[in-house]
């Protein structure tokens, strides 16, 4: 059983006293017999001898310490010191435990940091770099090997944040441009933290950025598009206040131009609606078995009866197969294909819709030798409200929502709007469904897997 503090206190101080005790005897003894110069060498080498053996105790304990990893064996002692190397071997053993778990907190702290999607960014009260996790690195443009210790102004050299730092109100969070990346949006915000260290958090809103901005480019330009005609609506009624006697024929004239312009509201308005109707989370597809040849040849039949003879339009069905999902969802989307292709086409253009397989997709095509995008408008054409030219789609009686709402109901069905143009030439809008959406009836397809045909209606 190790002995306590007490214990070895009080051998301490009792050892030397009985050695020195001892000593006294002996030495009284030899003085009696040998006389007094010899009685005091033998007191003097005693003393020496003792000292010696608590120099070479003492010599053993700094080579013993000074062993970083405390590796080498414990000292051989006796007595007292026995018990001084036997309670510092204790007390190593404990730091080392203690240090281990420590360097664990550490550890799990550091691999916390690194999962965290924010960056963070240790300051001391220098505003120096103490640490940094990946994500601030990425964010900042931080090198982990040469940037520890610096001062954060040099190495974010933004006017914005330059004031942000020194100014000292950090209340708020500061929203500004990535040094590493222009096209990437920060939001930063400094945390005081200890005694006067600081926490740098950014996080990356490029997304919200975005997200952001179409909002505010969506309400003005559904703003834009009500504006338009209900000008044209209010001015027609101020002049039948202002003519009670207008003729007849001017009345009708006015009365049909106004049914226009509200019959684009109408169409704005219901589009609208689909769109938040397809964005809402509460709004889950309901799913059946689709007649797609059925559907097919409807939006045929709509695309000559809105073509009224301008444009000569074939249907080519190569596939007899359906689809898994909702009828009503995908007649809209699929019909703003062919509504866009009979508006967008100039008279006498043919119009060509195609069902059926290509590779391993089934894909209704609408094809048209109109005049074709050129390719800077290709990935804008799905956006609320993008028109490639804005007096035309006026024209043609467009909402400037088609696009959207088909590529919206097509994500819904995991399908993707595909598409492909050349100025001069024609473009081709295409609605490709993967093979676990289909339902093979000819087996032209791969068809549905049996888990999900064993869910479709009788």
């Given at each position: 059983?190790p002995?306590?503090?007490?214990d070895?206190?009080?051998?301490?101080?009792w050892?030397p006293?009985?050695?020195l005790?001892?000593?006294l005897?002996?030495?009284?003894?030899?003085g009696?017999m040998?006389?007094?110069?010899?009685?005091?060498l033998?007191?003097?080498l005693?003393?020496?001898?003792?000292i010696?053996?608590?120099?070479?105790?003492?010599a053993?304990?700094?080579r013993?310490l000074?062993?970083?990893?405390?590796?080498?064996?414990?000292?051989?002692?006796?007595g007292?010191w026995?018990?001084?190397?036997y309670?510092?071997d204790?007390m190593?053993?404990?730091?080392?435990?203690?240090?281990?778990?420590?360097?664990?907190v550490?550890?799990?702290?550091?691999?916390a940091a690194?999962?965290?999607?924010d960056?963070?960014?240790?300051l001391?009260?220098l505003?120096?770099?103490?640490?940094?996790?990946?994500?601030a690195?990425?964010?900042?443009?931080?090198?982990?090997?040469?940037?520890?210790?610096?001062f954060?102004?040099?190495?974010?050299?933004?006017?914005?944040?330059?004031?942000y730092?020194?100014?000292?109100?950090?209340?708020?969070?500061?929203?500004?441009k990535?040094?590493?990346?222009?096209?990437?949006?920060?939001?930063?915000?400094m945390?005081?933290f200890?005694?006067r260290?600081?926490?740098?958090?950014?996080?990356?809103?490029?997304?919200f950025?975005?997200?952001?901005?179409?909002?505010?480019?969506?309400?003005?330009?559904?703003s834009?598009?009500?504006?338009t005609?209900?000008?044209?609506v209010?001015?027609?009624?101020?002049?039948?206040?202002d003519?009670p006697?207008?003729?007849?024929?001017?009345?009708?004239?006015?009365?049909?131009?106004?049914?226009?312009?509200?019959?684009?509201?109408?169409?704005?308005?219901?589009?609208?609606?689909?769109?938040?109707?397809?964005?809402?989370?509460?709004?889950?597809?309901?799913?059946?078995?689709?007649?797609?040849?059925?559907?097919?040849?409807?939006?045929?039949?709509?695309?000559?009866?809105?073509?009224a003879?301008?444009?000569?339009?074939?249907?080519?069905r190569?596939s007899?197969?359906?689809?898994?999902?909702?009828i009503?969802?995908?007649s809209?989307?699929?019909?703003?294909?062919?509504?866009?292709?009979?508006?967008y086409?100039?008279a006498?253009?043919?119009?060509?819709?195609?069902?059926?397989?290509?590779?391993?997709?089934?894909?209704?095509d609408?094809?048209?030798?109109?005049?074709g995008?050129?390719?800077?408008?290709?990935?804008?054409?799905?956006e609320r409200f993008?028109?490639?030219?804005?007096?035309?789609?006026?024209?043609?009686?467009?909402?400037?929502l088609?696009?959207?709402?088909?590529?919206h109901?097509?994500?819904r069905?995991?399908?993707?709007?595909?598409i492909?143009?050349?100025?001069?030439?024609?473009?081709?809008?295409?609605?490709?469904?993967?093979?676990?959406?289909?339902?093979?009836?000819?087996?032209?397809?791969?068809?549905?897997?049996?888990?999900?045909?064993?869910?479709?209606?009788?």
């Open positions: 059983m002995a306590s503090l007490e070895i206190l009080s051998d301490f101080w050892n006293v009985f050695l005790a001892g000593l005897l002996v030495m009284l003894a030899a009696v040998f006389g007094p110069v010899v009685a005091l033998l007191g003097l005693v003393m020496l001898l003792y010696i053996r608590h120099l070479r105790y003492m053993d304990m700094i013993w000074a062993d970083p990893e405390m590796s080498s064996a414990l000292p051989a002692a006796s007292e026995d018990e001084i190397f309670s510092l204790r190593v053993r404990r730091n080392k435990r203690s240090t281990a778990r420590l360097f664990a550490l550890d799990r702290f550091e691999h690194h999962a965290i999607p960056g963070i960014v240790m001391n009260e505003d120096q770099i103490d640490w940094f996790n990946p994500v690195g990425r964010h900042f443009g931080f090198d982990e090997k040469i940037d520890r210790g610096q954060i102004g040099y190495l974010i050299r933004q006017s914005v944040f330059h004031d730092l020194a100014h000292g109100d950090y209340r708020e969070a500061l929203v500004m990535s040094p590493a990346d222009r096209d990437v949006t920060l939001s930063v915000q945390v005081a200890g005694e260290q600081k926490m740098l958090i950014s996080r990356d809103v490029t997304q950025e975005m997200v952001e901005a179409m909002r505010r480019d969506f309400v003005a330009n559904v834009h598009e009500l504006r005609p209900l000008t044209v209010g001015g027609f009624l101020e002049t039948f206040i003519t006697d207008i003729p007849h024929a001017d009345f009708l004239h006015y009365c049909d131009l106004m049914l226009q312009q509200t019959d684009r509201m109408r169409r704005l308005v219901e589009d609208l609606l689909t769109l938040s109707r397809l964005e809402s989370p509460q709004n889950r597809l309901v799913e059946t078995r689709v007649d797609m040849p059925a559907l097919i040849q409807s939006l045929y039949q709509d695309a000559i009866s809105l073509s003879g301008r444009h000569p339009i074939d249907l080519l190569d007899e197969d359906d689809v898994l999902g909702n009503d969802e995908l809209s989307g699929l019909g703003n294909l062919v509504s866009n292709a009979v508006r086409t100039p006498g253009k043919a119009i060509r819709l195609r069902w059926g397989w290509r590779g391993d997709e089934l894909c209704f609408v094809c048209d030798e109109g005049e995008i050129e390719p800077q408008h290709i990935a804008r054409l799905t993008y028109r490639v030219d804005r007096g035309r789609s006026r024209e043609t009686g467009g909402t400037g088609g696009l959207a709402i088909a590529k109901v097509l994500t069905h995991h399908a993707r709007l595909s492909e143009s050349k100025v001069g030439e024609g473009s081709r809008f295409s609605a490709c469904f993967p093979p676990e959406r289909v339902v093979g009836q000819t087996g032209s397809g791969p068809g549905l897997p049996r888990q999900l045909q064993a869910k479709l209606p009788a």
